[in-house]
C-alpha cells in the first residue's frame, strides 16, 4: 500500500480470504491474513475510506470465522475513525486516498455501507446512526435515486455547497446507495427496509433490461457491470429482510446471471478473469478492466447464489 493509503487493499484481501473459505483452502486463508499488515500500515491515512479496507478485507474473516485478530484490527480501525468525526457530525472523506482538497468537507455514499457494517460490529452503533443519519439527509432522495457526495462550505460546516450533478447519473454510486441502505435495514434497524426497498426498486426501473451504462471520458457509453453485480449484494440482503423474498432473490438473479453470461467474465488458463469495472486506466483515460473491488463483490455475490454464505452475513 502506498504512503497515502489505497481502498482497494482491503478488496484483495477480503478476496483472497473468501476464496480459501470457499474452496476450504487453508493456504489461500493464510495468505490473506498475512496482508492484514499491509491493512495496519495504512491504519492511520486520513481517509473515511479506511473503513472500506477494514470492514471488506476483514469482514468475512470476522462474521464468517469469528477471527480473533480480524476481530481485534477492526476494533483498532472503528478507534481510528471513531476520532475522525467531522464538525458537522459525519465522516468526511479526507484528503487522502484520492480525497483531494476538498476531502475533509465531503460527504460521500461509497463507503457507507462499510461504515455501518464495522460501527455496529465494534459496538459503535450510535456512530453508525449518526453518519446513517446524515446520509440519509443529503445523499438520498425521496424517490430513492442518490447523490454520490455531497460537499459543505469550508468557512460554514452548517451549510451545503451547490451539487454540481444530478441524482442517480452515476450507476455505480447509485449501486453503492442500494447497498448502504440494504446494510442499514439488516444492521441497524428494519425501519430502514422503506429506503433500501425504494433504491432496489428504483434501480432495477431503470437497468433491468440491460448492465448499466456510464460514459467515459470521450462521452461513449460504456457498461459497469460492476455496478451491477454491487446491487446484486444490496437486493439479496433485502431478500432476507422482507416478505418479497422470492422477488428480490429472482430479481438478483437475474441481474447476475447477465453479468456471467457477458463478455466480461471469461475464463482462461489461470482461471476467472473479470473484467467488467469501468474505471480509469489512464490520466484522464477510463474503460474496462479488472478491480480487486469487481472480483470481491461477484465472489461474495456467487456464494449468496449457491448458499454457501448468507447475505446478510458481511
Known sequence: MSKSGSWLAGFWTGSCWLAGYASDNSKLIHSSQERWQQLEAGMQVPSVLRAMNAWYGLGPAITLAGDYQAISLAFQYSEVLANSVAPWGGLAVGTAMGGGDAGDYRINIDPLAAIIGLFEQCDKSVLAQQHLDLSVAHLFTR?????????????????????????????????????????????????????????????????????????????????????????????????????????????????????????YLSHDTHGLRFTGCHYQIKLNQYGMTEMAYGYFFLLQALLIATNKISAIDF
Open 143 to 263: 424517490e430513492g435515486d442518490v447523490y454520490t457526495h455531497r460537499d459543505w462550505l469550508k468557512h460554514d460546516t452548517e451549510k451545503l455547497c451547490h451539487v454540481e450533478s444530478e441524482p442517480n447519473f452515476w450507476p455505480r454510486g447509485q449501486s453503492w446507495g442500494l447497498l448502504g441502505a440494504s446494510v442499514a435495514a439488516s444492521r441497524i434497524s428494519s425501519c430502514h427496509l422503506s429506503l433500501a426497498e425504494r433504491c432496489c426498486e428504483r434501480w432495477w426501473q431503470k437497468y433491468q433490461d440491460n448492465l448499466p451504462l456510464v460514459k467515459n471520458s470521450k462521452d461513449i457509453q460504456m457498461s459497469d457491470p460492476s455496478a451491477a453485480v454491487i446491487a446484486v449484494i444490496a437486493m439479496f440482503k433485502l431478500a432476507d429482510l422482507q416478505l418479497n423474498k422470492v422477488l428480490w432473490q429472482q430479481r438478483a438473479h437475474a441481474i447476475l446471471t447477465r453479468v456471467i453470461r457477458s463478455s
